[in-house]
């Protein structure tokens, strides 16, 4: 059974950083691209950031681009999102997402449960 | 870039069908195969329900099809049941090596 369980959401000032962390399990994880995908308070899907199988290539979302590295360590299977420069508007559950080889493809077909990133003074 | 057009809500009754639209533009839906829908519970994750324009993931009832005419993708849903209210979600892959969302479609099953 594919399991997808994010940590490291919080509290965090305007300007501070964080690292999430998505732990997965039930699939091979190397083969795997895999995005991670938020939603502000009451609003609809965003896509933050995608890397490739085996830890290639890595895409972001203009929003973050510069203040976000998406990062993959595969002898841990985790998946990790560090974030800097932290702003109001990266209030949001960040969702973990797996997709097939190339991010692109395929949609992302499992999904965590979502940690809550709170940037408030 | 701005979030993909879909309509804020629809709605249908019991058994009846339902069409979703979704806008883009040549850069995204336009010019590429890699269309994907998403339906969402309240307080739930997202699930996937359509890949690559018309493909169901298994599990996925075939009540669902997706579809795609030049820049605008289609989700529909025939039979429609209780448990299909939902907010729906379109996602296309971009010129610009993105992914995009649309703005996501409140489904009410009367």
């Known amino acids: 059974e594919v399991q997808l369980l994010e940590s490291g959401g919080g509290l965090v000032q305007p300007g501070g950083s964080l690292r999430l962390s998505c732990a997965a399990s039930?699939?091979?994880?190397?083969?795997?691209?895999m995005s991670w995908v938020r939603q502000a308070p009451g609003k609809g899907l965003e896509w933050v950031s995608s890397?490739?199988?085996?830890?290639?290539?890595?895409y972001y979302a203009h929003s973050v681009k510069g203040r976000f590295t998406i990062s993959r360590d595969n002898s841990k299977n985790t998946l990790y999102l560090h974030m800097n420069s932290l702003r109001a508007e990266d209030t949001a559950i960040y969702y973990c997402?797996?997709?097939?080889?190339?991010?692109?493809?395929?949609?992302?077909?499992?999904w965590g449960q979502g940690t809550l990133v709170t940037v408030s003074s | 870039q701005s979030a993909l057009t879909q309509p804020a809500s629809v709605s249908g009754s019991l058994g009846q069908s339902i069409t979703i639209s979704c806008i883009g533009t040549?850069?995204?839906?336009?010019?590429?195969?890699?269309v994907s829908w998403y339906q969402q519970h309240p307080a739930k994750a997202p699930k996937l329900m359509i890949y690559?324009?018309?493909n169901r993931p298994s599990g996925v009832s075939n009540r669902f099809s997706g579809s795609k005419s030049g820049n605008t993708a289609s989700l529909t849903i025939s039979g429609l049941q209780a448990e299909d209210e939902a907010d729906y979600y379109c996602?296309?892959?971009?010129?610009?090596?993105?992914?995009?969302f649309g703005g996501g479609t409140k489904l009410t099953v009367l």
């Open positions: 997402a797996k997709g097939e080889v190339w991010f692109g493809e395929s949609g992302m077909g499992y």
């Open positions: 039930g699939f091979t994880f190397m083969n795997s691209a």
């Open positions: 890397i490739g199988g085996y830890g290639g290539a890595t």
């Open positions: 040549s850069n995204d839906i336009g010019g590429y195969k890699y």
């Open positions: 690559d324009v018309n």
């Open positions: 996602n296309s892959y971009t010129s610009s090596a993105t992914l995009i």
